[in-house]
């Protein structure tokens, strides 16, 4: 069904677009011109904001920080629309409003487009036969111009004279060419709406009308037959507009009854006249053609003369009357019936050229925003799925290092009680095993076997090698003791640490945890340095009798007594070095203690003195023993002493004297090793403390490396979200920008296309 557009609706257009239509209602080509603008306008949004979103999604797309939230489908989808909307714009641009006219030869169908532009533009009249297509069009310039086809030379026309030349000198020109008449707009006011018109030849002097139809006709808005009043239809004009019909859905048909001024000279039969052509006319647009129905037939058949209209038209732009001249009678209703025409083809044309030219681009256009929107929205729902598991991420991780430096506090109060408890408890175990050693030294003094002399030499070797055998014996002993325990101990006490802090790690790293400890090469490092220990041991070896003098008052005063004796001397006697005590029994004298021979000294002296005061007594005692026992009892027990001290000194070998040394060797070593026993111990609990420390710090280690990964998680995923939050802006902004060109799309619907409907 063929559209009969009415007088546009202001109720329904927007207030920002009251001006435009006010122009419109003056003009109804005008309302092509403000939808143009309109599209245009629009389609530019549309490409801006395409260009937008297509490197809004390749910026997000790139985007490596973040997981997809688009994808390269997407990506090249938008693309794609910006070429296509690029060039839809530049076609949206060139579009203007075509209307060709068809008739016979010689029907007056350039008489008729003279009387539209108000001038003679194009040839017409006796002797002037259109003989090719001739498209006028205005231009912006001063200065008519012919371009033929295939040509881009513009050649200057000043008359209608010159181009009627113009056009029969060319003999490439053939009735299927095409010349375009670039005529100013400033001279003819229809050309400035974007409207296009075709002249054409007779359709009575060619059969190529299919060629025609299908290059000049296919996006033509209106067709205008111009037939003769003075004759009926012809088959010829009925066969043309048949095959458009076929061709075009429903085309837009005016016809026009040209020199109906002839109908004047028999005004008795002109009703009757233009009854029969309404009536056929009528019959071949509603019967034949099926292009509108009787009730609009009405506003597309027209009975005119545009031979009248054009010469009032030009003698009005001269400043003369409009009815001057040698005109029929009637020519104001003709005139009145041509100005009805024009009116109703500009309403027909503009609402025809609104749709045939934009409504196609505005359902793209409508597509395209959508598509837009919808990927616009999923990338706002992936992106806000995203932030939502980035923000269950973040709490989880959050959750984990709150949890972390929790059971760490609290795992380092438990492993330094357990660190202190064990080291006490081996300081303990290392101090009784040693003590023990202590008590036992002289077996391992005595499993000591080397050969041994007396000389200083050989004595300096001696004890080298003593000293070594003492720290290795006793360290193999005390190991013996000590090490087993202390070992399960430590291994238990490090496999509780790995335990406890194992949770606090990640999977992946808890194997690797396992492989620090228990260490299986772990042992106890006593050392004693003996040799440092008992460097200022000095031995004596010397031959002391049994029943000597200073051995008596050695055992008969006791050690006590001797150091009180010696206490009193040490004014008068001057201290020497210290010496070892020749008896197992008696312990070492403390440094000051005075020498043997200096005790003789002093109490020779202390004899010497009492005999020089009781000389007499002594003489009275000698006397009452030697009469009482006789002289043979005293010379017996002087052989006796004799034979002893001769026995001793015999015996005092050089085993005797290694036994003597080894002996002093074990009371000096002993007093020595007493003093370390608590330093012994201290270290080796310092070291099971450095052990366990070590242990700890690894683990610890380890925590913090899983405390600041999960701190670098945190922080990647504030920065996540952060730019989740910013991505999700921009995508809700450009879908509310989709939504809105689809908003105007559909006013543009609404206000432009769907009047009429």
């Not at 919808?374 to 990338?379: A, E, F, K, T, Y």
């Not at 049994?546 to 008969?556: A, D, H, K, P």
């Not at 020779?604 to 005999?611: E, I, N, Q």
Request: charged share 25%; proline share 3%.
């Amino acid at each position: 069904m063929s559209l009969v557009f009415p007088r546009p609706n202001s109720n329904a257009i927007g207030k920002k677009d009251k001006r435009l239509m006010a122009e419109v209602n003056a003009s109804p080509l005008k309302h092509f011109v403000t939808a143009k603008k309109k599209i245009n306008g629009i389609f530019e949004q549309l490409g801006a904001y395409i260009k937008e979103s297509s490197a809004f999604l390749e910026e997000t797309y790139k985007n490596e920080e973040l997981d997809p939230v688009t994808t390269e489908e997407q990506v090249a989808e938008v693309r794609g629309y910006l070429s296509k909307v690029a060039g839809i714009g530049e076609v949206l641009a060139r579009r203007h409003m075509k209307v060709t006219f068809f008739g016979r030869t010689s029907n007056g169908k350039s008489s008729v487009i003279n009387a539209m532009l108000w001038d003679k533009v194009l040839p017409s009249g006796i002797g002037h036969t259109t003989n090719c297509f001739l498209r006028v069009e205005g231009t912006d310039g001063n200065e008519a111009f012919l371009l033929t086809e295939g040509s881009e030379e513009k050649k200057s026309v000043k008359t209608v004279n010159q181009l009627a030349h113009a056009l029969h000198q060319d003999e490439d020109l053939n009735a299927g060419s095409l010349v375009c008449v670039m005529w100013p707009k400033a001279k003819c006011a229809l050309l400035r709406d974007d409207l296009v018109l075709v002249d054409s030849p007779g359709i009575d002097v060619t059969t190529e009308l299919d060629s025609w139809i299908d290059k000049f006709c296919l996006d033509a808005d209106v067709f205008v037959l111009v037939a003769n009043s003075e004759s009926t239809l012809m088959q010829t004009e009925k066969s043309f507009f048949h095959k458009v019909n076929e061709r075009l859905s429903t085309p837009n048909i005016f016809i026009l009854n040209n020199r109906w001024d002839a109908s004047a000279s028999e005004p008795e039969y002109m009703e009757e006249v233009r009854r029969q052509h309404m009536e056929r006319c009528t019959s071949f647009l509603v019967d034949e053609l099926r292009v509108v129905d009787r009730a609009q037939a009405s506003d597309r058949i027209f009975f005119v003369s545009a031979k009248e209209v054009l010469q009032a038209r030009v003698q009005k732009a001269q400043g003369m009357p409009e009815a001057g001249g040698a005109l029929a009678e009637g020519f104001q209703a003709r005139m009145f019936e041509f100005q009805n025409f024009e009116r109703r083809f500009e309403e027909c044309i503009s609402q025809s050229a609104v749709k045939t030219k934009f409504e196609q681009h505005t359902v793209r256009a409508k597509q395209i925003s959508e598509a837009l929107r919808l990927i616009m929205d999923s990338v706002h729902v992936a992106a806000q799925e995203q932030r939502i598991h980035c923000l269950e991420t973040k709490e989880e991780r959050e959750d984990r290092l709150e949890f972390i430096d929790k059971q760490l506090d609290l795992l380092t109060q438990d492993c330094k009680s357990k660190i202190k408890k064990i080291t006490d408890e081996v300081e303990k175990q290392v101090s009784n095993a040693m003590a023990e050693e202590i008590r036992r030294l002289f077996v391992l003094v005595d499993e000591f076997h080397m050969d041994f002399h007396p000389s200083s030499v050989v004595l300096k070797v001696y004890k080298n090698e003593l000293h070594r055998h003492i720290e290795e014996g006793l360290g193999r002993n005390m190991s013996e003791r000590c090490t087993t325990a202390i070992t399960n101990a430590l291994q238990t006490t490090q496999t509780e640490m790995i335990d406890g802090l194992k949770p606090l790690l990640p999977v992946q790293v808890r194997e690797q945890v396992d492989r620090l400890a228990p260490r299986q090469c772990f042992s106890l490092c006593y050392d004693l340095n003996c040799d440092k220990l008992c460097g200022d041991f000095q031995e004596d070896i010397g031959f002391h009798f049994s029943l000597g003098w200073t051995m008596l008052v050695n055992r008969f005063l006791g050690p006590k007594n001797t150091r009180r004796a010696l206490m009193g001397y040490n004014d008068q006697v001057p201290r020497a070095l210290t010496i070892t005590p020749v008896s197992s029994s008696m312990p070492p004298f403390p440094q000051g203690s005075v020498t043997q021979e200096e005790l003789m000294v002093s109490m020779v002296t202390g004899l010497a003195s009492l005999t020089s005061r009781t000389s007499m007594g002594i003489i009275v005692v000698g006397g009452v023993i030697w009469k009482a026992v006789g002289w043979r009892l005293i010379a017996l027990s002087v052989g006796l002493y004799g034979l002893l001290y001769v026995y001793e000194r015999l015996t005092w070998t050089t085993k005797a004297k290694e036994r003597a040394f080894k002996r002093q060797f074990v009371d000096y070593a002993s007093e020595k090793l007493q003093l370390i026993v608590s330093y012994t111990g201290s270290n080796c609990s310092h070291q099971v403390q450095q052990e366990l420390a070590s242990t700890f710090a690894q683990l610890c280690q380890q925590v913090d490396v899983t405390r600041q990964n999960l701190e670098e998680e945190i922080q990647d995923m504030n920065n996540k979200i952060e730019q989740l939050d910013a991505l999700q802006s921009k995508a809700k902004l450009l879908r509310n920008k989709a939504g809105w060109l689809d908003s105007e799309l559909n006013m543009f619907t609404q206000q432009y296309l769907q009047q009429g409907r």
